[in-house]
């Protein structure tokens, strides 16, 4: 007899397992790349403010020629340039999502994907190579170069979310999803270990290496990635995984053939095929199967059931979860007073802790069978996690044990509504007929969710700069703190749920 793991694991085939890993590396490289920028931001900084270097070795270099590279007066006006480029990113971003999501409902997911990974690398190796290797410094173009990157950037996740929607049904969804979103974090230990390895040469190496990588990885992409099932004639079960849909020996033909008997057309006339997210009606004779269902309007998919509350609750989380991601190695470097290098490894325990939570909140979230209760509690203990962060001592071991443990906390339930929540909203029953919603709904809530993070970027920059590194962390606690009210009427309906089927199985014993 099978395990239930097993059982579990038998729904899947080697195409779910490509389609995991490609666009699972895709967004790891994605954000290796983007990680890069916040890795090096004090080597830019002090690229940017050359005077510094000019007094400290006066008698190598003449005063004009540091005058020429001398973008600010001071580094806080570079660390202030650093927040507003952030903001420019994120909100660009956000924009993009909006856009890219209802692109992406529209188009082969394939081609919008490879698109913003390509692109994006490329503006990439401009901004952080090209630039320095020109000796070229100039504000706006900086700005333009990351307007540009954050509107490439904005088509890979949406698509991303939707080829694994298209692939993973709601059953498992949870685990799958949490231990896919890891993708984030691991770019993020990627992007910082590269960026500390090769920073010694100069940070512009650190964007030739991460950028050439996420080239590569969209060449990939665009000739590996299968979108869908239906691609190579399957479908998704309403709750579990794959079933054949047609008998023929050739896997790339269509879902139904026009060459079937008159007696099978006869059985099936009418009938209707369902899969996780919509429909496919098998027609008769020589008629064409019927369309795939339309996607679904913007104002329609932020209209849908749980959309709206969970992109405020992600606008406040992903500001939080986003600040740690742009601001803690520069942080660590400046609070602390460790090395650059040393303060990009030890910024990877967030998302160590990160991938940790993702994986196990969403596996108990599968368990439980409701997703709201479980971040609740999560973002609870987050709170309490950020006030233990913000004391602690200057010793890397402790730092590295409440980093892991504050990523748990708002890593875990971060990519959990990114990822699997936005996959369920995606997917869910009032969508039935209408099934191409999904990477219009994840665009949503990430943009939504990046909007929020947009604006805290240039509030944490201002907030240290004005009052200090503790009434920022007394801002991730209000912020937190945020991402529960807007979905409390959720969590108060998921556990009156819990507790009416709870009283209905303590009558039926």
């Not at 079960?237 to 079937?260: F, K």
């Not at 939080?320 to 990877?348: C, H, I, M, T």
């Not at 990430?446 to 604006?455: E, L, P």
Request: glycine content about 10%; hydrophobic content about 45%.
């Amino acid at each position: 007899m099978s395990s239930p793991c097993c059982g579990f694991l038998a729904q899947y085939t080697h195409h779910h397992l490509v389609a995991f890993l490609l666009t699972f590396f895709s967004y790891v490289l994605l954000h290796a790349s983007r990680k890069t920028f916040s890795n090096v931001k004090v080597s830019i900084s002090a690229q940017w403010t050359p005077s510094v270097q000019n007094a400290s070795s006066p008698a190598f270099s003449p005063g004009e020629t540091w005058e020429e590279n001398n973008l600010f007066a001071d580094s806080d006006e570079a660390t202030l340039f650093l927040g507003v480029l952030d903001t420019i990113f994120l909100f660009s971003y956000a924009v993009g999502l909006y856009m890219s999501g209802v692109i992406g409902d529209r188009m082969n997911l394939r081609y919008v994907l490879s698109f913003g990974l390509c692109g994006s690398a490329i503006v990439e190796f401009v901004f952080g190579t090209l630039t320095e290797w020109l000796q070229f410094y100039n504000i706006y173009l900086y700005c333009g170069l990351w307007v540009l990157n954050g509107l490439l950037q904005s088509a890979v996740w949406p698509c991303v979310v939707a080829v694994m929607g298209n692939w993973f049904g709601k059953s498992g969804r949870g685990f799958v999803f949490g231990l896919w979103s890891a993708c984030a974090s691991v770019g993020n230990i990627l992007g910082a270990f590269l960026a500390s390895s090769v920073l010694k040469y100069g940070y512009e190496y650190a964007f030739l290496v991460t950028s050439v990588l996420q080239f590569a990885g969209g060449v990939v992409v665009f000739f590996g990635l299968l979108t869908s099932p239906k691609e190579v004639g399957l479908c998704l079960e309403s709750e579990t995984g794959l079933r054949p849909v047609e008998r023929d020996a050739d896997s790339h033909r269509p879902l139904m053939s026009d060459e079937e008997d008159e007696e099978e057309e006869g059985e099936v006339e009418g009938s209707e095929e369902v899969c996780d997210g919509g429909y496919y009606t098998i027609q008769q004779g020589n008629e064409e199967l019927r369309e795939t269902p339309k996607a679904i309007g913007f104002c329609q998919a932020f209209c849908l059931p749980g959309v709206l509350p969970y992109s405020l609750a992600y606008a406040c989380l992903k500001l939080v979860n986003y600040s740690f991601f742009f601001w803690l190695p520069f942080y660590l470097s400046r609070n602390f007073g460790w090395k650059e290098a040393q303060a990009d490894r030890l910024s990877v325990w967030y998302d160590v802790g990160g991938i940790i939570g993702g994986t196990i909140q969403g596996l108990i979230s599968d368990c439980m069978g409701k997703r709201a209760p479980v971040l609740a509690v999560s973002l609870l203990l987050a709170m309490g996690a950020l006030v233990g962060y913000s004391h602690s001592p200057p010793d890397q071991v402790v730092n590295a044990a409440l980093l892991a443990t504050t990523g748990f906390f708002i890593g875990g339930p971060s990519n959990m509504i990114s990822s699997a929540i936005s996959a369920d909203l995606g997917r869910q029953e009032a969508l039935r007929g209408s099934q191409e919603a999904l990477a219009t709904v994840t665009g949503i809530v990430d943009g939504t969710g990046s909007i929020g993070a947009a604006a805290g970027q240039y509030l944490v920059s201002l907030i240290e700069s004005k009052l200090g590194w503790m009434c920022v962390f007394y801002f991730f606690i209000v912020m937190t703190g945020g991402s529960i009210v807007f979905i409390l009427p959720l969590i108060l309906t998921e556990i009156r749920a819990m507790w009416r089927d709870r009283q209905a199985r303590t009558h039926q014993l």
